[in-house]
């Protein structure tokens, strides 16, 4: 049976509609803990609290909590042996180490390119329909800050003082750098090198087929993580930040829906409406995942198998772009720094927006791709230009759902900018890429 050829789409996009639906149903029902304020409880992963009950415990915390985990832990599983085997194949692969070097300069000069245009937007679009103006709400939610680390660590931890602590933790950066360098002395070593070479790509091969294999999963995974997810955030919230909310889909949709095309358009030469029907699995899994890393998978074998982008750059790229390049949350850290300095009624200069969309597209660089953790690196951005990072607790509500849909931007700029670096080295199958879905 070739599972490649199940229409996995059509079901994913079932999944979430059902999900969403049964969520919205299953909400109205829906008991939270509250705090002394009154205020809904928040565990540390920024979930509600739920109080006890059938619905609860055995539909929401019981059974579609195991089918939405079971799917990403699946999806987890495969990141780090994927990106390593895939990446030292592709290291291997290049004729010319030099290369490496123009690829890399490319990769990381869009990534941040396109996260400092993200990020501008954003806070241009806040200034102008001030979403913090007027907002009435109660009491903060909880929100202590978490430190972050200093800048200069972020570069030093690059480099692992243990191979198998970098496997362990899952520090994509880390093992990035294990796998170039396996890969440029693979071909070093020649015929020893060979030998192992050889061994990695079918290796390659059937780490790719267990991919396929466990997107099968994603339909039940994606309804269950839907109906969780709006079962349990409550829409209350989103009225209250209506204004907020609403600038943040908006300026993420002009990002992922102008901003890429634009630029794949110019500088990929390439049809951004076929690019589109390409990944739209990867977006629709980056968006019910909420997270870019565990997405990793599914985005380097559309780009490889479907969008035919090579081995070469798509598995060096990938990866370093989940891990690095966050436009969607950088679009966030954006509205959401005008909106608190609003709320607060604290003026900001020309200057400490500039340091904004330096210190986000920094912060970018540091954010983890899992979920919420845009949030995290916020505090940073907002201790740059002395903003309260308490504040935070006031968007902490709707934040999951904005974390599904900034997500998706992520992933899609990660994709948009691995194809304009390959076409530029000539590293795309237009054939491949000329194919209907
Ligand atoms: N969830 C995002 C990602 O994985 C990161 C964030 O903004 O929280 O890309």
Redesign the pocket.
Known sequence: MDLAKIKLTRYILIGLGLGLLCGLLLGQFVEFKLDDNGEILRDSKNRAVLANGFIEDVLLGGVLEFMGQAFIRALKMLVVPLVFVSLVCGAAALDDIRKLGSIGLKTLGLYLGTTCIAISIAIVAALIFKPGVGVEIGGLAEYTPMPSKPLIQVFIDIIPNNVFGAFVNGEMLQIIVVALALGIALVLAGDHGKRVLGFFQDLNEVIMKLVVLIMLLAPFGVFAKMTQVFATEGMDTIWALFKYFVLVVVVLLIHGFVVYPSLLGILGRMNPGKFFAKIRNVQLF?FST????ATIPITLRALEEKVGVSNKVASFTVPLG?TIN?D??AI?QGVATVFIAQYAGIDLSITDYLMVIVTATLASIG?????????VMLTMVLAQVGLPAEHIGLIIGIDRIL?MV??AV??TGDAAVTCIVARSEGQVDQEVFDRSV
């Open positions: 980056a909420a997270s870019s890393n989940a966050m969607g949350t966030m954010t983890a791709g899992v979920p919420s953790a845009g949030l974390d900034r997500t992520n992933v």
